[in-house]
C-alpha cells in the first residue's frame, strides 16, 4: 500500500474515534471503505482485521495515541491520550481531504485570515527544547523606539493563545524567566551551548493561573466573581474563560461565576470584550481596573 494512503487511514481512524466516540472494526471497516471510495473508487481497499491491529499499533506509535478495545468489541482512544493538538491535527488534515476530493467544497469551509507571524521558528525551537541546546534570538518590544536585542535565551516551553505563538524559557543574561511572542522574533540561532532543564518546569503549570501569557510580577491568585447576563452566561457556560471556572449562582437573568487567577491586562481585555452583559462583583482591584479602562475608552471616543 502506498504511503500516503496508509497515513491517510491513520488519521481516518483517529477522526472517526475522536471526541469519546466508539466503534466495532466492522463499523470502522464499513467507514474507512466508504471514504475510500470517496477519496479514490480506482484504488482497492485492502482491509484484514491482521491490517488492522497493526494499524492502531502503528497509530499508537507514530501519534502517542493508546486505542483500546473494550471486552465487547468497541475501540475507543483512552482518556489520558486525547489530546488537543492531535485532535487539532486530524480534524485539518480531514478539511484539507475534503476541499481536495468534493468539488467546489472550498466554498463552504471559511478560515481566519490572520496568520500567526512567526510561528515558522516553532520546529527550530521544539528541537532546541527536546535537546537542550540555547537559542540566540533576534526579539523586537512592541514599543516602536525600541530597536531589536539579542538575547541568549533556553527555551521551556511554547504557548499558543489567541492565534498568536508565544516561547517561555530563561533569560539567560538576566537570569530571570521571559515570554518572547514568536511574531516579535527576527531571526534564531541555535547554539551549541546546552542548558540543564528544571525538573520542575511545567508549561501548564507555569500559565496555571493565568489568562494569556502576561505573569505580574507580584503572581498572587485573587479570587474573582462575575456576574453575566443569563443569555451571554450559555456562552460562558460552553467555553469557560479560565479551566478554574465555577458556576456559584445561577438564576432567570443572572449567572455568577468564580475564577482563581492572577490579574493582568489580558484578563481584563477578556471581561471587556463582553461589555454590558458582565459585571465585576470581586475583587475591588480587578473592578477598578475595568472602571479605568472603560473611562478611557469614553475619553478616546468621545
Not at 18 to 37: C, D, F, H
Not at 106 to 117: A, G, M, N, V
Not at 279 to 294: E, F, G, Y
Request: proline content about 2%; hydrophobic content about 35%; some cysteine.
Amino acid at each position: 500500500m502506498k504511503f500516503k494512503n496508509i497515513l491517510w487511514r491513520y488519521i481516518a481512524i483517529i477522526g472517526r474515534l475522536s471526541n469519546g466516540k466508539k466503534a466495532t472494526y466492522e463499523q470502522l471497516k464499513s467507514y474507512l471503505t466508504m471514504e475510500q471510495e470517496i477519496r479514490d473508487r480506482s484504488v482497492a481497499l485492502s482491509f484484514s482485521k491482521r491490517t488492522f491491529q497493526r494499524e492502531i499499533r502503528d497509530i499508537e506509535e507514530v501519534f502517542n495515541i493508546k486505542i483500546h478495545c473494550s471486552r465487547d468489541g468497541y475501540y475507543s482512544i483512552e482518556e489520558d491520550y486525547i489530546r488537543e493538538e492531535v485532535l487539532r491535527f486530524t480534524q485539518g488534515i480531514h478539511f484539507l481531504n475534503y476541499q481536495k476530493h468534493f468539488e467546489n467544497f472550498e466554498k463552504h469551509i471559511f478560515y481566519d485570515q490572520t496568520t500567526s507571524k512567526g510561528s515558522h521558528f516553532i520546529f527550530d525551537i521544539q528541537n532546541a527544547i527536546k535537546n537542550c541546546n540555547c537559542l540566540l534570538i533576534k526579539h523586537r518590544k512592541f514599543e516602536p523606539q525600541e530597536d531589536s536585542k539579542n538575547r541568549i535565551v533556553a527555551p521551556y516551553g511554547l504557548k499558543e493563545y489567541l492565534g498568536r505563538w508565544y516561547l517561555v524559557g530563561k533569560d539567560l543574561d538576566i537570569q530571570s524567566y521571559r515570554v518572547f511572542g514568536l511574531d516579535r522574533i527576527e531571526a534564531i540561532e541555535l547554539l551549541g551551548r546546552k542548558f540543564e532543564m528544571p525538573s520542575k518546569f511545567s508549561i501548564s503549570d507555569y500559565f496555571k493561573n493565568l489568562i494569556g501569557v502576561q505573569k505580574p510580577k507580584e503572581d498572587i491568585v485573587e479570587i474573582v466573581e462575575l456576574e453575566i447576563d443569563t443569555l451571554m452566561g450559555n456562552y460562558f457556560k460552553s467555553l469557560p474563560l479560565h479551566s478554574s471556572q465555577k458556576i456559584i449562582h445561577e438564576d432567570k437573568n443572572h449567572i455568577s461565576i468564580r475564577l482563581k487567577v492572577s490579574l493582568n491586562n489580558e484578563l481584563a481585555n477578556e471581561i471587556l470584550r463582553f461589555g454590558d452583559y458582565i459585571k465585576v462583583i470581586k475583587p475591588l482591584k480587578l473592578r477598578q481596573m475595568i472602571k479605568n479602562r472603560a473611562e478611557k475608552i469614553l475619553e478616546n471616543n468621545n
